[in-house]
Protein backbone atom coordinates (compact mmCIF):
# COMPACT_ATOMS: atom_id res chain seq x y z
CA UNK A 1 0.00 0.00 0.00
CA UNK A 2 1.35 3.74 -1.10
CA UNK A 3 1.92 6.40 1.27
CA UNK A 4 -1.41 8.09 0.03
CA UNK A 5 -3.62 5.41 -0.14
CA UNK A 6 -3.26 4.89 3.88
CA UNK A 7 -3.61 8.24 3.91
CA UNK A 8 -6.88 8.38 1.78
CA UNK A 9 -8.00 5.38 4.13
CA UNK A 10 -7.04 7.19 7.55
CA UNK A 11 -9.53 10.49 5.94
CA UNK A 12 -12.46 7.83 5.18
CA UNK A 13 -12.02 6.66 8.70
CA UNK A 14 -12.18 9.70 10.51
CA UNK A 15 -14.85 11.44 8.35
CA UNK A 16 -17.20 8.21 9.48
CA UNK A 17 -15.95 8.57 13.03
CA UNK A 18 -16.71 11.97 13.14
CA UNK A 19 -19.69 12.76 11.12
CA UNK A 20 -18.35 15.86 9.81
CA UNK A 21 -15.89 16.71 7.08
CA UNK A 22 -14.55 19.96 9.07
CA UNK A 23 -13.74 18.06 12.75
CA UNK A 24 -12.44 15.47 10.60
CA UNK A 25 -10.18 17.63 8.87
CA UNK A 26 -9.12 18.96 12.53
CA UNK A 27 -8.03 15.91 13.68
CA UNK A 28 -5.66 14.85 10.68
CA UNK A 29 -4.48 18.70 10.48
CA UNK A 30 -5.38 19.09 6.80
CA UNK A 31 -8.06 21.92 5.54
CA UNK A 32 -11.41 20.77 4.81
CA UNK A 33 -10.79 21.20 1.06
CA UNK A 34 -7.65 18.98 1.16
CA UNK A 35 -9.35 16.23 2.42
CA UNK A 36 -12.64 16.05 0.12
CA UNK A 37 -9.72 15.82 -2.87
CA UNK A 38 -8.32 12.69 -0.82
CA UNK A 39 -12.31 10.97 -0.36
CA UNK A 40 -12.37 12.12 -4.30
CA UNK A 41 -9.36 10.27 -4.66
CA UNK A 42 -10.28 7.26 -2.59
CA UNK A 43 -13.78 7.39 -4.47
CA UNK A 44 -12.05 7.22 -8.27
CA UNK A 45 -9.60 4.31 -7.02
CA UNK A 46 -12.55 2.08 -5.85
CA UNK A 47 -15.09 3.30 -8.51
CA UNK A 48 -17.90 4.39 -6.20
CA UNK A 49 -19.30 6.89 -3.74
CA UNK A 50 -18.67 5.97 -0.06
CA UNK A 51 -21.01 8.93 1.48
CA UNK A 52 -24.32 10.07 1.04
CA UNK A 53 -23.78 14.40 1.33
CA UNK A 54 -25.96 16.90 1.02
CA UNK A 55 -25.96 20.28 3.00
CA UNK A 56 -27.48 19.30 6.15
CA UNK A 57 -26.45 15.70 6.72
CA UNK A 58 -23.49 13.14 5.67
CA UNK A 59 -23.63 9.66 6.00
CA UNK A 60 -22.26 6.17 4.64
CA UNK A 61 -23.40 4.88 1.38
CA UNK A 62 -23.42 0.63 1.15
CA UNK A 63 -20.18 0.59 0.02
CA UNK A 64 -19.15 3.01 2.18
CA UNK A 65 -20.50 1.41 5.63
CA UNK A 66 -19.24 -2.46 4.29
CA UNK A 67 -15.42 -0.62 3.97
CA UNK A 68 -15.76 0.82 7.05
CA UNK A 69 -16.56 -2.54 8.56
CA UNK A 70 -13.31 -4.07 7.34
CA UNK A 71 -11.21 -1.53 8.10
CA UNK A 72 -11.57 0.30 10.92
CA UNK A 73 -10.77 -2.49 13.15
CA UNK A 74 -7.46 -3.02 10.82
CA UNK A 75 -6.82 0.65 11.73
CA UNK A 76 -7.32 -0.10 15.24
CA UNK A 77 -4.59 -2.52 15.28
CA UNK A 78 -2.10 -0.38 13.16
CA UNK A 79 -2.67 2.16 15.74
CA UNK A 80 -2.31 -0.06 19.05
CA UNK A 81 1.02 -1.11 17.27
CA UNK A 82 2.43 2.18 16.59
CA UNK A 83 1.89 3.30 20.63
CA UNK A 84 3.38 -0.38 21.67
CA UNK A 85 6.14 0.65 19.73
CA UNK A 86 6.67 4.10 20.91
CA UNK A 87 6.46 2.79 24.66
CA UNK A 88 8.73 0.19 24.12
CA UNK A 89 11.13 2.99 22.49
CA UNK A 90 11.08 4.95 25.29
CA UNK A 91 11.41 2.32 28.02
CA UNK A 92 14.47 1.69 29.67
CA UNK A 93 16.07 -1.71 27.60
CA UNK A 94 18.93 -2.90 26.05
CA UNK A 95 22.63 -3.54 27.34
CA UNK A 96 24.29 -1.11 28.62
CA UNK A 97 28.25 -0.87 28.54
CA UNK A 98 30.23 0.67 31.82
CA UNK A 99 33.85 0.87 32.12
CA UNK A 100 34.71 1.94 35.67
CA UNK A 101 37.85 2.42 37.87
CA UNK A 102 38.51 0.10 40.36
CA UNK A 103 38.13 2.30 43.07
CA UNK A 104 35.06 3.80 41.43
CA UNK A 105 33.69 0.60 40.77
CA UNK A 106 33.84 -0.60 44.67
CA UNK A 107 32.57 3.02 45.82
CA UNK A 108 29.90 3.68 43.03
CA UNK A 109 28.64 0.54 41.04
CA UNK A 110 28.62 -2.10 43.68
CA UNK A 111 26.53 -0.52 46.10
CA UNK A 112 23.55 0.13 43.74
CA UNK A 113 23.40 -2.88 41.67
CA UNK A 114 20.44 -4.38 43.92
CA UNK A 115 18.67 -1.76 43.42
CA UNK A 116 19.47 -0.83 39.91
CA UNK A 117 18.47 -4.35 38.98
CA UNK A 118 15.58 -4.72 40.45
CA UNK A 119 14.38 -1.27 39.45
CA UNK A 120 15.37 -1.95 35.59
CA UNK A 121 14.99 -5.43 34.96
CA UNK A 122 14.83 -4.77 30.77
CA UNK A 123 18.48 -3.15 31.27
CA UNK A 124 21.59 -5.64 31.41
CA UNK A 125 24.45 -3.50 32.73
CA UNK A 126 27.66 -4.82 31.06
CA UNK A 127 30.78 -3.61 33.07
CA UNK A 128 34.29 -3.49 33.02
CA UNK A 129 36.26 -2.96 35.97
CA UNK A 130 40.12 -1.79 35.25
CA UNK A 131 42.60 1.18 36.18
CA UNK A 132 43.12 1.62 31.89
CA UNK A 133 43.07 4.62 30.26
CA UNK A 134 40.82 4.60 26.87
CA UNK A 135 38.52 6.21 24.47
CA UNK A 136 35.50 5.47 25.86
CA UNK A 137 33.35 5.79 22.48
CA UNK A 138 36.31 3.56 19.94
CA UNK A 139 36.30 1.16 22.98
CA UNK A 140 32.46 0.49 22.42
CA UNK A 141 31.55 2.23 25.73
CA UNK A 142 28.04 3.96 26.85
CA UNK A 143 29.24 5.20 29.75
CA UNK A 144 32.15 5.47 32.02
CA UNK A 145 33.02 6.56 35.64
CA UNK A 146 36.60 8.63 35.66
CA UNK A 147 38.32 10.84 37.54
CA UNK A 148 37.89 14.67 36.95
CA UNK A 149 41.09 15.56 35.45
CA UNK A 150 40.71 12.66 33.05
CA UNK A 151 37.55 13.38 31.38
CA UNK A 152 37.90 14.15 27.61
CA UNK A 153 36.42 17.29 26.37
CA UNK A 154 33.35 16.25 24.20
CA UNK A 155 32.00 14.35 26.95
CA UNK A 156 29.38 14.93 29.12
CA UNK A 157 30.93 14.76 32.72
CA UNK A 158 28.64 14.26 36.19
CA UNK A 159 30.40 14.56 39.40
CA UNK A 160 29.39 11.79 41.89
CA UNK A 161 31.63 12.54 45.15
CA UNK A 162 33.71 15.44 46.34
CA UNK A 163 36.96 16.39 45.64
CA UNK A 164 40.20 13.45 46.68
CA UNK A 165 43.55 13.62 48.09
CA UNK A 166 46.40 11.86 47.86
CA UNK A 167 48.47 10.86 51.00
CA UNK A 168 51.73 9.08 51.59
CA UNK A 169 51.97 6.10 54.16
CA UNK A 170 53.66 4.27 55.68
CA UNK A 171 53.71 1.61 58.87
CA UNK A 172 54.64 2.29 62.06
CA UNK A 173 57.70 -0.72 61.95
CA UNK A 174 58.86 0.73 58.70
CA UNK A 175 59.28 4.44 59.82
CA UNK A 176 60.94 2.83 63.22
CA UNK A 177 63.60 1.32 60.77
CA UNK A 178 63.91 3.40 58.26
CA UNK A 179 62.79 7.65 59.34
CA UNK A 180 59.98 9.53 58.64
CA UNK A 181 60.65 11.47 55.39
CA UNK A 182 60.00 15.05 56.30
CA UNK A 183 59.27 16.88 52.34
CA UNK A 184 58.82 15.40 48.93
CA UNK A 185 62.52 15.27 47.72
CA UNK A 186 63.22 12.86 50.99
CA UNK A 187 61.50 10.22 49.44
CA UNK A 188 64.21 9.50 47.19
CA UNK A 189 65.92 7.80 50.37
CA UNK A 190 63.00 5.81 51.05
CA UNK A 191 61.66 2.42 49.70
CA UNK A 192 58.41 3.30 48.07
CA UNK A 193 55.76 1.21 46.70
CA UNK A 194 54.99 1.91 42.92
CA UNK A 195 52.00 1.92 40.86
CA UNK A 196 51.54 1.71 37.39
CA UNK A 197 48.78 2.73 35.23
CA UNK A 198 47.66 -0.13 32.84
CA UNK A 199 49.22 0.26 29.15
CA UNK A 200 51.69 2.64 30.88
CA UNK A 201 55.94 1.76 30.62
CA UNK A 202 56.38 4.05 33.83
CA UNK A 203 55.33 3.96 36.74
CA UNK A 204 53.06 6.87 38.12
CA UNK A 205 54.65 9.60 39.78
CA UNK A 206 53.59 10.71 42.68
CA UNK A 207 51.89 14.61 43.03
CA UNK A 208 51.98 16.84 45.99
CA UNK A 209 51.12 20.65 46.13
CA UNK A 210 53.74 22.63 47.45
CA UNK A 211 53.70 26.58 47.22
CA UNK A 212 50.52 26.40 45.62
CA UNK A 213 51.71 24.44 42.64
CA UNK A 214 51.60 20.98 41.96
CA UNK A 215 54.77 18.86 41.44
CA UNK A 216 56.33 15.79 40.58
CA UNK A 217 58.24 12.78 42.11
CA UNK A 218 59.33 9.70 40.63
CA UNK A 219 60.28 6.92 43.24
CA UNK A 220 62.25 4.04 43.46
CA UNK A 221 61.74 1.11 46.04
CA UNK A 222 60.86 -3.18 45.82
CA UNK A 223 57.64 -3.42 44.49
CA UNK A 224 55.54 -1.81 41.57
CA UNK A 225 51.87 -2.84 41.35
CA UNK A 226 48.74 -2.33 39.47
CA UNK A 227 45.98 -2.43 42.34
CA UNK A 228 46.46 -0.09 44.94
CA UNK A 229 44.88 -1.94 47.33
CA UNK A 230 47.73 -4.11 46.83
CA UNK A 231 49.96 -1.60 47.62
CA UNK A 232 48.02 -0.67 50.63
CA UNK A 233 48.78 -3.86 52.16
CA UNK A 234 52.25 -4.19 50.94
CA UNK A 235 52.71 -1.16 53.18
CA UNK A 236 50.90 -2.46 56.23
CA UNK A 237 53.39 -5.31 55.89
CA UNK A 238 56.49 -2.69 56.12
CA UNK A 239 57.37 -3.36 52.56
CA UNK A 240 57.88 0.54 52.10
CA UNK A 241 55.96 3.69 51.89
CA UNK A 242 52.84 4.16 49.31
CA UNK A 243 50.55 6.64 48.03
CA UNK A 244 47.04 6.15 47.58
CA UNK A 245 43.62 8.12 48.40
CA UNK A 246 43.66 9.25 51.71
CA UNK A 247 39.94 7.69 52.37
CA UNK A 248 41.21 4.45 51.42
CA UNK A 249 44.27 4.51 54.04
CA UNK A 250 42.03 6.25 56.56
CA UNK A 251 41.08 2.79 58.16
CA UNK A 252 44.30 1.42 58.60
CA UNK A 253 44.96 4.69 59.88
CA UNK A 254 42.48 4.37 62.31
CA UNK A 255 43.82 1.07 63.47
CA UNK A 256 47.52 2.00 63.99
CA UNK A 257 48.96 0.07 60.84
CA UNK A 258 49.80 2.88 59.40
CA UNK A 259 50.92 6.26 59.66
CA UNK A 260 49.98 9.73 57.39
CA UNK A 261 53.26 11.34 56.13
CA UNK A 262 53.60 14.53 54.14
CA UNK A 263 50.52 15.66 54.81
CA UNK A 264 51.11 19.22 54.32
CA UNK A 265 52.40 18.69 50.84
CA UNK A 266 49.17 17.04 50.17
CA UNK A 267 46.61 18.37 47.85
CA UNK A 268 42.74 17.93 46.68
CA UNK A 269 41.86 17.02 43.07
CA UNK A 270 38.64 16.29 41.45
CA UNK A 271 37.13 13.17 42.37
CA UNK A 272 35.18 11.00 40.27
CA UNK A 273 32.49 12.09 37.67
CA UNK A 274 30.19 9.60 35.51
CA UNK A 275 31.06 10.76 31.62
CA UNK A 276 29.16 9.47 28.22
CA UNK A 277 29.13 10.64 24.72
CA UNK A 278 26.78 13.66 24.22
CA UNK A 279 24.92 12.30 21.57
CA UNK A 280 24.29 9.08 23.54
CA UNK A 281 22.64 10.97 26.06
CA UNK A 282 18.99 10.74 25.16
CA UNK A 283 19.00 7.02 25.07
CA UNK A 284 16.17 5.60 27.41
CA UNK A 285 18.67 2.83 29.41
CA UNK A 286 21.80 5.23 29.55
CA UNK A 287 19.57 7.87 31.15
CA UNK A 288 17.76 5.85 33.13
CA UNK A 289 21.20 5.07 34.45
CA UNK A 290 23.08 8.40 34.88
CA UNK A 291 19.66 9.08 36.96
CA UNK A 292 19.87 6.41 39.30
CA UNK A 293 23.66 7.25 39.77
CA UNK A 294 22.78 11.00 40.35
CA UNK A 295 19.82 10.45 42.58
CA UNK A 296 22.58 7.85 44.64
CA UNK A 297 26.02 9.70 44.25
CA UNK A 298 25.26 12.79 42.78
CA UNK A 299 26.88 15.68 44.51
Known amino acids: MRGNEFAELQAFVAISRHGSFVRAAEELQISPSALSQTIRALEQRIGGRLFNRTTRSLSLTDAGERLLARLAPALDEVAAAVVEVSHLASRPTGRLRVHALRLASRRY ?15 TLDVVIDDATMDLVAAGFDVGIRLGELLEQDMVGVRLGPELRQVAVASPAYLARHGTPQTPADLHKHRCINWRWPGQVHPYQWEFLGEQRWFSVAVDGPLIVNDQRVALEAAVNGVGIA ?29 FFLCYPQQRQHSPALRAFVDFLRQTHGS
Open 243 to 271: FWVEDQAEPYVREGKLVKLLEGWSGSFPG
Open 109 to 123: LEPIYPAFCEAYPEI
